[in-house]
C-alpha cells in the first residue's frame, strides 16, 4: 500500500524559511521519483520541483530556482524541501507525489504521477 505523508508546513514572514518532509512507504523508494506541487486559491497545481531517487538528478521551476532545494534521504524513505527567502506568493497547499522515474518534462507535470500525499499548508505573511 503506496502512502506518502507530507509534512512541516506552517505560517512564516516573509524572507523566512521551512523545512517540508515527505515520508514514503509501500514502494521502492530508491527506484522511483519524488515531486513536490503546490496549489493556491484559484490557481492551477504548479510542479515545483523533483528528484530522482536512483541518481539524485533535481529539477526546479523558475519561480523556485535558488530558493528551494530538494533532496532525499534513501535510508529513511524520505524527501525534504527546504524552502529560504519565501514570499507571499509561496503561499500554497504543498503536495508531494510519487512516480516512475522519467524525463523531467514528464516529472514536473502532475499528470504522471501516480500517488499523492495530503498535502501541507504553507502561508508566507508580509
Known amino acids: 500500500d503506496v502512502q506518502l505523508q507530507a509534512s512541516g508546513g506552517g505560517l512564516v514572514q516573509a524572507g523566512g524559511s521551512l523545512r517540508l518532509s515527505c515520508a514514503a512507504s509501500g514502494f521502492r523508494f530508491d527506484a522511483y521519483a519524488i515531486g513536490w506541487f503546490r496549489q493556491a486559491p484559484g490557481k492551477e497545481r504548479e510542479g515545483i520541483t523533483c528528484?530522482?531517487?536512483?541518481?539524485?538528478?533535481?529539477y526546479y521551476a523558475g519561480s523556485v530556482k535558488g530558493r528551494f532545494t530538494i533532496t532525499s534521504d534513501n535510508t529513511k524513505n524520505t524527501v525534504y524541501l527546504q524552502m529560504n527567502s519565501l514570499k507571499p506568493e509561496d503561499t500554497a497547499v504543498y503536495y508531494c507525489?510519487?512516480?516512475?522515474?522519467?524525463?523531467?518534462?514528464?516529472?514536473?507535470?502532475?499528470?504522471?504521477?501516480?500517488?499523492w500525499g495530503q498535502g501541507t499548508q504553507v502561508t508566507v505573511s508580509s
Open positions: 507525489a510519487s512516480a516512475r522515474p522519467g524525463p523531467f518534462s514528464n516529472l514536473m507535470d502532475d499528470r504522471w504521477y501516480d500517488a
Open positions: 528528484i530522482s531517487n536512483s541518481d539524485g538528478s533535481t
